[in-house]
């Protein structure tokens, strides 16, 4: 049913709030947005959320089938894997790991970014080209492989992997940046603000920066599936996340054995991957389409 | 009436990429020169190309001029140093709406260019940027709208009392007025003429409105490929033309 | 002879919050031969009503009508395909930034022989491609462009506004349509160029009787190049009539608000004098007042102005207000 409107207000709100409206309009971004809420909040609480502790072993319950087949129990609702440990509470442990870190690692590579794409955005011809390639050099290597060189070097382990992602992602941040500071330097209310007097930081921090954040937000959404994935990618292939660790892609890797056996300590990780990377996949589309919305009406 | 700008002898060159090695001069400017006293306005008439917003740029300190002098009031102006005339000329852009920042309120902006230029707490910025909204007809309600709630009028309101915020004795609008409705066209002539009488601004209005220019301008320039081919009090120019170009443009009005 | 006959033309916009009426029951009619003029300013629904005549309005785009008659044909009844063949073999179209309307990737003479229909040309078919040519460059010489053949093998982005206009009208009359729909032409031009291509297409409608639609936010441009005249405000016509009429005798409050918002119309007007203008401004498609649209604004608005008013004939002059300006013998 309709609501009622006595007097249509549409435009009486700020640019932020015209955004979030053109946000929740689009019922796809609205569940992708609860998707990756849980998934936050799952990577910080997990080990207070957790039935039963992830790294517990049980040799009784080896390979547990999930609770709605036959062999299932209701105290593992997922199952138990080939060690008899809680495949649920391992999952969600999982997103603190593959999830969790992801966050950091584009954080990270955001700071460093914005500071490269910030200087060379700001200045002009030679400076700009030459901060803005510097990091181009980490395009030369697939993040796979500058991954396993990493870890040739510092030995494995998950920490090492951030460090990996981090200079593989960081390319992205630094282009993006500077493209956006430099779409917004053509604009004619930057060049106002410079009339008036403004200062090259005051230019930045007023006017630039606040207009570029949006853009900013996408580029994360970006380098987010893309650092979820190599996490998992690594995890699987056993350079980053070691065993026991329940970090996703190792679960997968472990479980590989007894694929026919317990499909499902394969599946479920995976799907879970899946879900995750759409998640942060439609809150970016979501966000480009809200932008361009609201910059046509 | 002595004048309150003087410009001497102004010239500008561009120079373009040509092939790899060879690079190309383009004259923009020729040895121009004119002068606007208080109170009064220029309307300087030309075609692309004719070298109008470059001479825009350079009086409002956009760009710098190779040759020449502009003297303020009896002060010549140093180019390099902005600073000196930033609040004696302002200049308002063609499009309002691209010319202010999406995601800021009025007031902050406005807060934002007495910063940089005034040395006023956060009471007197306050006090004279309402002084000034209530100048323009708007309310002070205004100050908290962003700039996408107002409609096309009164966001050039708003663009005037930016520019006219800090003060300043001459307003260059660079085809501000060509991009916009007949009647929205009448309401910002209206305040623009009503703001002349009351605090003697002096205009420098750079169109191609030939009608327009008829009504408010006490001057006309008539510029083409850079070079004055005619600068007279505008009832003389438009009844006896010297120059071919301006006989056609003026044959053009009443075709 | 009537050509174009359309009555009681509404467009509606379906949005997620109601339907928006952007042209609320216009009527426009065009004789064979006759220069019309279409003025109002933005948001006054004339580029909505040129793109319904041509029939190339968005899906999204409800479009009504009591009478849609091309030379006796009801276009809204007939199929699509039919509805298209009737158009582009008898009305052309021009638009507001030529150099912008036309292929970037395509040099102009390519394009311009592209626009030649194919049933226009004499000869075998293997003699098509040269009388395509030459009658390209035929079209451009009417036109008024003199050096052809430089001009066929430019890109639109190397040649001036005016010359690309007047390639669009040379792509335009190619297939000799009955009506030409201008849709602001002049806008992005220089003055001098502007002449030109009102001459040009004076020219064009009293050598081959060709009607023109010109549409303009400018009544002084319109007010020397047309025969009559339709006055829009906010998608609804408020008056409609022979030009020289209707600029010395206005009858609706709008249309002399827009002559008197001309200094030139106005000799006793003094130098630096305030201008005429109607307070407020125009409403935004989602707060569209109801009855008569000009309400909010009109000097002479009463209660009756909340029902939209109907049409007053007065010898070919038709004007929509409840209370309308007598008329007032005014001197050009």
Known sequence: MKKLRLYYEEQNRGPLRLLWRNFMRQHSSVWALIAVTILSLLALLAPLLTPHDPYLQNANLLLVQPSWQEGGMVRYPLGTDDLGRDLLSRLMLGASYTFGLAVFAVLGALLLGLFFGAISGMSKGFKSSIFNHLLDLALTIPSLLMAIIIVAVLGPGILNTIWAIMLAVLPLFVHGVRNAIQHQLQQDYVTAYRLDGASDWQLFYSVILPNILEDIVLLCTMALSTAMLDIAALGFLGLGAQAPTAEWGAMIADALDSLYLSPWTVALPGLLLFAAVLSVNLVGDGLRKAMKKRRES | MSNLLQVHHISKTFYKQQGLFKKRAILALQDLSFSLAAGQTLAIVGETGSGKSTLAKILVGMEQADGGHIWLANVKLDQENRAQYRQHIRYIFQEAARSMPPNQRVSDMLHNVLRYATVLDHEQRQEKILTTLKLLGLLPDHANYYPHMFSGGQLQRVALARALILDPKVLILDEALTAIDPSLRAQIVNVLLDLQQKTQLSYILITNQLRLVRHIADHTLVLHQGVCVDYAPTPELFSAPSHDYTKRLINSLVL | ?332
């Open chain 3, 1 to 332: 002879m009537q050509i174009l006959d359309i009555r009681n033309l509404t467009l509606e916009l379906e949005t997620p919050d109601g339907f928006i009426r952007a042209v609320d029951r216009v009527n426009l009619s065009l004789r064979e031969g006759e220069v019309r003029g279409l003025v109002g300013e933005s948001g006054s629904g004339k580029s909505l009503i040129a793109k319904a005549i041509m029939g190339v309005l968005h899906q999204r785009w409800h479009i009504a009508a009591d009478r849609f008659h091309w030379c006796g044909e009801d276009l809204l009844r007939l199929a699509p395909s039919r509805q298209r063949e009737i158009i582009s073999r008898d009305i052309a179209m021009i638009y507001q930034e030529p150099s912008r309307s036309m292929d970037p990737t395509a040099p102009v003479g390519e394009q311009l022989r592209e626009a030649i229909p194919s049933h226009l040309l004499d000869g075998s078919w293997w003699q098509r491609g040269y009388f395509r040519r030459k009658r390209a460059a035929a079209l451009l010489h009417k036109v008024g462009i003199r050096d052809q053949a430089s001009v066929m093998n430019s890109y639109p982005y190397q040649l001036s506004e005016g010359v690309c206009q007047k390639i669009m009208i040379a792509m335009a009359i190619a297939k000799d349509p009955k009506l030409l729909i201008a849709d602001e032409p002049t806008t992005a031009l220089e003055s001098t160029t502007q002449v030109q291509l009102y001459r040009l297409l004076a020219s064009f409608n009293q050598l081959r009787g060709m009607s023109i639609l010109l549409i303009s936010h400018e009544l002084e441009s319109l007010a020397r190049n047309t025969d009559t005249l339709s006055v829009l405000y906010c998608g609804q016509l408020v008056e409609a009539g022979e030009t020289a009429n209707l600029l010395k005798n206005p009858r609706h409050p709008y249309t002399d608000a827009l002559i008197k918002s001309v200094p030139e119309f106005q000799p006793e007007l003094s130098f630096k004098q305030q201008l005429y203008a109607l307070p407020g401004s125009i409403p935004t498609l989602q707060h569209l007042p109801i009855g008569c649209r000009l309400g909010p604004r009109c000097p002479n608005a009463r209660k009756e102005c909340v029902k939209t008013p109907g049409f007053e004939r007065q010898q070919n002059h038709y004007f929509s207000c409840h209370f309308p300006l007598h008329g007032k013998p005014r001197n050009e």
